[in-house]
């Protein structure tokens, strides 16, 4: 959690590799990703790293099931990606519209998808930005609890920003960003 303007989606980018830092560095499975070429940190954000974002990010003219399935594009050819993909879309609540577009989902539906396209490639790391800020009460505390019974299932770390203290009162660490540092909540 912070204030607007702390610094909490450039953390989640510097940790995600989106960003580079300008000082520190990152060490991710005993890798500085930073040290990589583009090709390989490419395919180390891509195999180790999912995200979470407010806004969704689907592609608009891609069913619900290649969605989830982008992120497995550039990987090695492998029989077990579509199982898993309907598995997770199940795991949303959502095995009965894999061929829908975003489109003909709700904004809930939508961010559910997102958190199953996160998770396709079993990474090791999710980062999450506000992933219930845009969803209604209701919505917003469906998609926390599997964001975290997920998280517990597939053994991933997670790191959550939110402006909901419901949403901060579910995880079990708590950090505030303040004037550049991160302190943690009791
Ligand atoms: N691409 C950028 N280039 C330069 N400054 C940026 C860039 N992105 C963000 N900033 C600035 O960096 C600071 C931190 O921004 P950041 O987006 O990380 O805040 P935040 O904590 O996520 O805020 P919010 O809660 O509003 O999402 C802000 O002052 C912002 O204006
Ligand atoms: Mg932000």
């Known amino acids: 959690m ?13 940790l995600g590799t989106l960003d580079s830092p300008t000082s520190g560095s990152v060490e991710l499975d005993g890798q500085n990703p ?31 099931l290649e969605n989830v399935l982008i992120p497995t594009l550039v990987a090695a050819p492998d029989p077990g990606y579509q199982p898993r993909a309907r598995k997770l879309l199940e795991q949303v609540g959502l095995g009965a519209r894999l061929d829908h577009l975003p489109s003909q989902l709700s904004g809930g539906e939508k961010q559910r998808v997102a958190i199953a396209r996160a998770l396709i490639r079993q990474p090791l790391l999710l980062l999450c930005d506000e992933p219930t800020g845009n969803l209604d009460r209701n919505s917003a505390a469906a998609a926390a609890s599997l964001l975290l019974d997920l998280h517990r299932e597939q053994k991933t770390i997670l ?15 708590r950090f505030e960003l303040l004037d550049g540092r991160l302190e943690r909540v009791a």
């Not at 402006?163 to 660490?173: C, D, M, R, T, Y």
Request: net charge negative; hydrophobic share 40%; aromatic share 6%.
């Open 34 to 64: 930073f040290t990589l070429a583009e090709p390989d940190l490419a395919r180390f954000r891509n195999e180790r790293i999912g995200f979470v974002f407010q806004d969704h990010c689907l592609l608009p003219q891609c069913t619900v």
């Open 159 to 173: 790191i959550l920003v939110t402006h909901s203290e419901k949403l901060a009162g579910l995880v079990p660490e």
């Open 2 to 14: 912070g204030p607007s303007g702390s610094g909490k989606s450039t953390l989640l980018s510097i």
